[in-house]
């Protein structure tokens, strides 16, 4: 099958500037997130979508970043505007329903200047 | 503390070695997952356990649900098995808790 697809692979932007993160999941796959990985640590969640609903975005910083899955399938992040500490690779993964393995996007790796 | 503990943090090793990383978690799991980064960030998922032992090539990926402890094996080790290797707890619908990664090198 084919994996998750992620665009664009890098993307180098200044503060305060506006940036978009695309996902295309495994079809099938009902639940689809994006993660943040700051250099160094491990991924952090910032939203998970259960077909185009939401069911976390506890740590998804609300006034700048937003997250939209249209019709349950693809999915994009925004950042508006972007701050220096933004500069991290954003995962996108999706997983079946039940019980089930991840399966990961390549990641965008977003730099701000 | 961590929900998901890894060691060690940092591992150089001389190809050929037999290499065992660790991950003990703290929390009640369907899953672990053992994913595998290299340098450019892609994560590529190596082996999902639910009990037992799973192998794969040079890999081989135990888990102690008893014991909350799961270890990744890596025989004949190859400088093209460096890369971040991090702990995962989770699955399906449920979001993944993160081990902050352990770096290995194998040097030639």
């Known amino acids: 099958e084919a994996g998750v697809a992620q665009s664009p692979r890098y993307k180098i932007i200044e503060k305060r500037q506006s940036v978009a993160f695309w996902c295309n999941p495994i079809s099938g796959h009902a639940t689809l997130y994006w993660y943040q990985q700051i250099l160094g640590q491990g991924p952090k969640l910032l939203i998970q979508?259960?077909?185009?609903?939401?069911?976390?975005d506890s740590q998804l910083p609300k006034d700048r970043f937003s997250a939209e899955r249209l019709k349950g399938v693809d999915s994009t992040l925004k950042i508006q505007p972007a701050k220096l500490e933004d500069s991290a690779v954003y995962l996108c993964?999706?997983?079946?329903?039940?019980?089930?393995?991840?399966?990961f996007g390549s990641g965008t790796r977003l730099t701000v200047v | 503390k961590n929900e998901v503990e890894q060691s060690p943090q940092n591992l150089t090793a001389q190809e050929g070695e037999f290499i065992t990383i660790n991950c003990s978690y703290s929390?009640?799991?369907?899953?672990l997952h053992w994913l595998q980064q290299h340098p450019g960030g892609g994560i590529v998922s190596l082996f999902m356990l639910s009990s037992g032992k799973k192998k794969h090539g040079r890999l081989i990926a135990t888990i102690n649900i008893q014991e909350k402890h799961s270890s990744l094996h890596i025989t004949a080790s190859h400088p093209r098995d460096s890369a971040v290797y991090i702990c995962?707890?989770?699955?399906?619908?449920?979001?993944?808790?993160f081990g902050k990664g352990m770096k290995l090198t194998v040097n030639p």
């Open positions: 995962a707890v989770g699955g399906g619908s449920e979001k993944l808790v």
């Open positions: 993964a999706s997983s079946r329903q039940v019980f089930g393995g991840y399966t």
């Open positions: 979508f259960q077909n185009n609903g939401v069911v976390d």
């Open positions: 929390v009640g799991i369907s899953a």
